[in-house]
């Protein structure tokens, strides 16, 4: 009998030894084309860069599933021992996607194993950049990937809970996630002169005063929102008013609303602080990411196929956090729903954060993850009513 586990931590370390940003993913799309030729899999790559999406049962024009896994790693210097650690340096799968893409291809032979029982299609959908300034979501939900798919699943590993442990959201889940940069125009002059120049910093320095304050000020208190500047960046040298300063920021929020005011704010604080030191503020968004819903059906339907996997004592209710996902541009097409896949265990790493750079999976997590795909689409084969 095919051990389905075995092919996908198989495939996971390949991808693990060689992680790709944004859309820059020549190995990982090699990696994945070729599975999908030795399965007989059809697939397009017309929805956008460096992304694929593969058909079972492609003559079925009913009901379609469409299943998804992100694809990309981050500019991260791996820092374990692992015997199949990363030989990019400075790039990891630190988030796990190396996990997502292999599961999805077992998930796929499993079901293509079994294709001519199936009663329906599905569409297997492997999306790129979903860590990146311009997310791979955005332009295949903008290319109409989604367009003649019913509903879609999707999972992320976690390793806030347990291998064998499965957590849902129902409604919204995550926050909207903006990125944007914030450029200060200022006049150069000779620092004994600072009278004759504008200084780009010091616009800075206030802007930056004045959004934490709206932030904490405007907003009440129990409205879940942060606004974080991960990079500020001005200036050549200390005898010289600086003429150009930098804020690359980020803003999360759980409702539309919120968010529109906090850019809506910043807008005006950065202009308006600019303008009234002679400079000028240009405040450009760069990525926005809208929060996943989860439909109520379909994670019902999620939850019910987990249960079958693992037990109901081993499912509960994932807490709406501030991460952004652009798995939340296909949930706002048609109905959708993801899973958080529990990843911690005793193995040295499992327990440390997404995104660190000393982050072990464990892999045993794996099986439930494929099992509760391929649950999902034996149970729903014949439709939702959504």
Not at 74 to 87: C, G, R
Request: glycine letters at 8%; a negative charge; aromatic letters at 6%.
């Amino acid at each position: 009998m095919f051990d389905y586990t075995e092919y996908a931590i198989r495939l996971r370390r390949e991808l693990h030894q060689y992680p790709e940003i944004g859309f820059e993913l020549p190995k990982t799309l090699a990696l994945v084309r070729r599975e999908l030729d030795a399965m007989g899999i059809e697939y397009t790559e017309k929805f956008g860069r460096s992304s694929i999406v593969a058909t079972i049962n492609p003559q079925h024009k009913g009901f379609t599933i469409g299943i998804r896994a992100d694809m990309d790693a981050l500019p991260v210097q791996e820092q374990t021992e692992l015997e199949f650690k990363s030989k990019i340096p400075g790039q990891m799968h630190a988030c796990g996607h190396d996990i997502h893409t292999a599961m999805l291809l077992a998930t796929a032979r499993k079901l293509n194993d079994q294709k001519d029982d199936l009663r329906c299609r599905v569409k297997l959908l492997f999306t790129p950049a979903e860590e990146y300034i311009t997310p791979g979501s955005k332009e295949m939900a903008e290319k109409g990937v989604m367009d003649d798919i019913d509903c879609a699943i999707a999972c992320h590993v976690n390793p806030l809970y347990d291998v064998g442990d499965v957590r849902l959201t129902y409604g919204g889940q995550g926050a909207n996630s903006m990125g944007i940069t914030v450029e200060f125009f200022g006049v150069s002059a000779h620092a004994n002169a600072q009278h004759k120049g504008v200084d780009a910093i010091r616009m800075a320095v206030e802007s930056y005063t004045a959004m934490e304050n709206m932030v904490a000020k405007e907003l009440p208190p129990t409205t879940p929102r942060l606004l974080n500047v991960g990079v500020f960046e001005g200036g050549k040298t200390n005898n010289v008013i600086c003429d150009y300063c930098k804020l690359f920021l980020t803003t999360r929020a759980h409702s539309d609303e919120v968010t529109d005011y906090m850019h809506d704010r910043i807008v005006q604080i950065c202009e308006g602080i600019a303008s009234l030191h002679g400079g000028r503020a240009q405040v450009t968004v760069n990525k926005l990411l809208p929060y996943v819903v989860n439909h109520e059906t379909v994670a019902s339907r999620l939850q019910t196929a987990a249960e079958k996997v693992v037990g109901k004592n081993h499912i509960g209710i994932h807490p709406r956090s501030l991460g952004g996902e652009d798995f939340g541009y296909l949930s706002r097409k048609k109905p959708c729903a993801m899973f958080q896949l529990g990843s911690r265990s005793t193995l040295p790493g499992s327990e440390k954060p997404l995104h660190n750079a000393q982050i072990n999976f464990d892999e045993n997590c794996m099986k439930v993850g494929v099992d509760t795909f391929v649950q999902f689409v034996l149970d729903n084969q014949d439709g939702i009513a959504l």
